[in-house]
Structure formats: structure tokens, C-alpha cells
């Protein structure tokens, strides 16, 4: 174990941490969010990350944009990316509740058919995408990674004896926690929030009430996508690079980091996600990298043993104005 590495470079390795497990965050709210109102885990939102991040590329092409660009460009692509990437994960959100979810919900299906349906959609879309990238661009697109334009150079605004923060960490850091803060105002305070609380609370009386349970549903699955796409958009400005499946490991992680927080719970997700993430780097550093993604399933493991309900635990039901 290298305890060494980690006391000597423990700040760093900290921040590092809470910039990775603050993309799993914005990535568990989409989880939280359909779990909390529909009481499913909605396997595919790891494609809707994805789809994002192929959407910020074709952006970062549309305009020509690369490292050597000028900076009209490169503000003009990083603007793009930050508008298409959401618009995107949100549309295909909704497409996957039209055409999968909403008639296994008019059927009332089973819990166990609306598994197995989100666990066939999401093998559909990466396989499905896979083929087209391939079909359409050939190689490179498809099986391989495919790297990502870094039209923001890493540059460190913090440098401390002890801590070194770049600006790429600052940024995804602080936009995970702006939009967790937003999500959950408009959720705790707006009326179409008290509507979706309403929904997860219980749906029959809600709809007694007037409030339309279709349309409050689309809204958790576009604003579950939309944050999605905007983890893929900070996902690709500090790791610059994707691929057809790269949703997958990155969809489980978040997952459990919604599981860890408390499932059903929009602060849980940004707990969850910021913790996995920290001792997803921390067990890097003590063994190696190869330990990483074995250490992000123990904890979900452990989780669902010890404490289901997950840190925090209070669901999107019982959440107050």
C-alpha cells in the first residue's frame, strides 16, 4: 500500500477525486430523478451520457474548432457544446420514456418487465450507435476512443505547498454544484416541481388533484438527460475523449453513487457522487489504477448491505419546499 504517495500528495489527489466524482453527481440525478417518481432504475441514462458526448464533438466539428483554433472559436464551440450536449441527452431521454417506458406504464406492466426493458434499451443504443458511427465516418468511429478536441488548456489557478487546483477542476466542480443547487430549487420551489413531488408522492392523488402525470414524467426524463449531457460536456473538457460504450462503467458508477447518497434524493446524488469519486482515487493511489473500478463496485456492494437507504436517504417523495 502506498501510503506515502497519498499523505504526500493528498490534496491533490482529494481534488481529483471530488472533480471525477462531481461527474458521477450530475450523472446519479438523472437516476434519482425517474427512480424517486417512478420507482425505476433507468439503466439506458448511461447511453444518454453518451450521446452527449458525441454530441460535443460533432459540435466541436461543426465549427472547426481544435487546439489550435483561435479564441472566437474555441469560446463560439465550448458555448455549443454546453447548449447541444443537454439539448441532446434530453431528447434522447425522452425518446427512450415514449417509446419504451410510457406503454409498458398504459399496459401496467410489472416492475420486473420495466428492468429488463431499460437494460435491453440501453443495449440497443450503444450497440446501435456502435454501427452507425462505423457505418457512417469508418475507422476511427465505432469500436475505437476517439479523442476529443481540449479547446480549454489545463492551467493551475490554485497552487498552494500542500494543493494544486487546475481550472478544468474548478470548473467542473463548481458547475456540478450550481447545477445540483438549481435542480433542487426548481424541484423544492417551483410549481412545476411541487408537481413532480407530488407525482413521486402519490400518483393517483396527484392526478385527482389536476396535475398531469405524463407531462410531469417527460420532465424528470429531460431534466435527468439535460444533466447528463452537461456532465458529458465537463466529462469531455477534462478527459477529451469518447467512445461508443463509454457510458456504460461511467453509468454503473453513477448509479451507485446515487445508491450511496440515498436513491430518490437530489442532494444524496451530489453526495454520492462526490464521495465515490474520492475513494474511487484514494484506492488508485493505496493499490493501483486497475483497483479503481473493483472499488466503485465493493462500495455499492457494501452499500446495499449496510445501508440501503444510502447516506442521507430521505426520498424525492418526502422532500419539503
Known amino acids: 500500500m502506498n501510503f506515502h504517495e497519498l499523505f504526500a500528495h493528498f490534496g491533490d489527489i482529494t481534488v481529483d477525486g471530488l472533480t471525477k466524482g462531481s461527474i458521477y453527481a450530475l450523472v446519479a440525478l438523472g437516476y434519482t430523478l425517474v427512480y424517486g417518481v417512478l420507482k425505476l432504475i433507468n439503466f439506458a441514462h448511461s447511453e444518454v451520457f453518451m450521446v452527449g458526448t458525441w454530441t460535443v464533438l460533432g459540435a466541436y466539428s461543426l465549427v472547426g474548432a481544435d487546439e489550435g483554433s483561435g479564441v472566437g472559436i474555441l469560446i463560439i464551440a465550448t458555448v455549443l457544446g454546453f447548449l447541444l450536449a443537454p439539448l441532446a441527452s434530453a431528447g434522447t431521454a425522452l ?24 437494460i435491453g434499451c440501453s443495449l440497443v443504443l450503444t450497440e446501435t450507435f456502435g454501427q452507425a ?19 480549454i488548456p489545463e492551467k493551475e489557478w490554485v497552487n498552494l505547498s ?15 454544484i450550481v447545477m445540483m443547487v438549481a435542480l433542487d430549487a426548481f424541484v423544492n420551489r417551483s410549481r412545476l416541481g411541487r ?15 389536476g396535475v398531469n402525470q405524463d407531462r410531469v414524467i417527460m420532465l424528470i426524463f429531460v431534466l435527468g438527460g439535460a444533466m447528463a449531457g452537461i456532465a458529458a460536456m465537463l466529462y469531455t473538457i477534462r478527459y477529451d475523449i469518447t467512445k461508443f460504450d463509454i457510458g456504460f462503467l461511467i453509468g454503473v458508477k453513477a448509479f451507485t453513487a446515487a445508491v ?62
Open 95 to 118: 425518446a427512450v420514456e415514449r417509446i419504451a417506458y410510457r406503454p409498458l406504464r398504459r399496459k401496467n406492466a410489472p416492475p420486473l418487465i420495466f428492468l429488463i426493458t431499460a
Open 133 to 151: 458511427l462505423h457505418a457512417i465516418f469508418g475507422p476511427p468511429f465505432g469500436r475505437a476512443a476517439v479523442s476529443i478536441p481540449s479547446l
Open 162 to 176: 500542500w494543493i494544486a487546483i487546475s481550472n478544468t477542476q474548478i470548473l467542473v466542480i463548481v458547475a456540478a
Open 195 to 209: 408537481g413532480v413531488r407530488a407525482v413521486a408522492q402519490d400518483p393517483d392523488t396527484a392526478a385527482l388533484m
Open 260 to 321: 450511496l447518497g440515498g436513491i430518490g434524493n437530489l442532494r444524496g446524488a451530489l453526495v454520492g457522487g462526490l464521495v465515490l469519486g474520492v475513494v474511487e482515487v484514494y484506492s488508485s493511489t493505496l493499490f493501483s489504477s486497475n483497483w479503481e473500478d473493483v472499488t466503485a463496485f465493493v462500495v455499492l456492494v457494501l452499500v446495499l448491505m449496510f445501508r440501503p437507504t444510502g447516506i442521507l436517504g430521505e426520498s424525492l417523495a418526502k422532500a419539503r419546499a
